[in-house]
Antibody, heavy 118, light 110 residues
Framework: EGQLVESGGGLVQPGGSLRLSCAAS????????MYWVRQAPGKGLEWVAR????????GYADSVRGRFTISRDNARNTLYLQMSSLRVDDTAVYYC???????????WGQGTVVTVSS | QSVLTQPPSVSAAPGQKVTISCSGS????????VSWYQQFPGTAPKLLIY???RRPSGIADRFSASKSGTSATLVITGLQTGDEADYYC???????????FGGGTKLTVL
């Protein structure tokens, strides 16, 4: 079925950087589109970035374009989100998720908390 | 302001039926598949419905969904207290070239 486990969250000052990891098991990342989705405290879901499985097509939400980079290590079967120039409004729980079928995202990781604060 | 519009909250009694609407436009729901997610506090979202009306294995048939034009609807029958959660719709918007979600609906089972 597949499982995703995120790590790398933490407290960072505004302007700082952080790299999130999402380790996949039970399936190959290269077989699926993969997504990062975040949820600010008390708010709804917001798409952040996506990476095509077979090819290398990448997409970013306007709110993070130019600051965040999504990538993948095929050997480690791990998805990454490199975040730089972090802002207070980037504070959220960050989830990675697999595109099961036509943007039906499943499974999701457990989430990793990113707090941007001075 | 979410691209997809959901009611902030709905409520119904145990055993009853509830519907949650998701309103979009010609550039998203009107031309693409809709998914629905269930999220309990402090946990990750869970896929309930994909491709407008299909349930992943393990999802109870009390959960169903449909799409008509630029709107989609999630229906939950035989409500249980354990269904109390936030529900989100999602799809692709071809004008924005973005994944879009509704703002979420909090279900209360009275």
């Amino acid at each position: 079925e597949g499982q995703l486990v995120e790590s790398g969250g933490g407290l960072v000052q505004p302007g700082g950087s952080l790299r999130l990891s999402c380790a996949a098991s039970g399936f190959k990342l290269t077989d699926f589109w993969m997504y990062w989705v975040r949820q600010a405290p008390g708010k709804g879901l917001e798409w952040v970035a996506r990476l095509e499985g077979v090819g290398s097509t990448i997409g970013y939400a306007d709110s993070v374009r130019g600051r965040f980079t999504i990538s993948r290590d095929n050997a480690r079967n791990t998805l990454y989100l490199q975040m730089s120039s972090l802002r207070v409004d980037d504070t959220a729980v960050y989830y990675c998720a697999r595109d099961f079928r036509y943007l039906g995202l499943d499974p999701w990781g457990q989430g990793t908390v990113v707090t941007v604060s001075s | 302001q979410s691209v997809l519009t959901q009611p902030p909250s709905v409520s119904a009694a145990p055993g009853q039926k509830v519907t949650i609407s998701c309103s979009g436009s010609d550039s998203n729901i009107g031309i693409d598949y809709v998914s629905w997610y269930q999220q309990f506090p402090g946990t990750a979202p869970k896929l309930l419905i994909y491709e407008n009306n299909r349930r992943p294995s393990g999802i109870a048939d009390r959960f169903s969904a449909s799409k008509s034009g630029t709107s989609a609807t999630l229906v939950i029958t035989g409500l249980q207290t354990g269904d109390e959660a936030d529900y989100y719709c999602g799809t692709w918007d071809r004008s924005l070239n973005d994944v879009v979600f509704g703002g979420g609906t909090k279900l209360t089972v009275l």
